[in-house]
């Protein structure tokens, strides 16, 4: 996810991402993305199992910014907010 101007970068995981990303877009979940309004959903993976889910996200987290950079582009290189399509 990232904020209206792409700028801040934040990686999570979820085991219901409309909730949760509905959850950051009306600022409901306190903490990094309220501080940088963190509304955006431009990059998104699904997993069957929680524990690949967590080691994903390890993987995105650990990699620099330009790596995360390159994987959003990867699907979706206008950085749309994809939320409407989930």
Known sequence: MTNVRNTVLYVGVTNDLIRRVYEHKERLADGFTKKYNIVKVVYYEVFEDIENAILREKQI??????????????????WRDLYDEL
């Open 61 to 78: 987290k650990a990699g620099s910014r330009q790596k995360k950079v390159q994987l959003i582009n990867s699907t979706n290189r206008e």
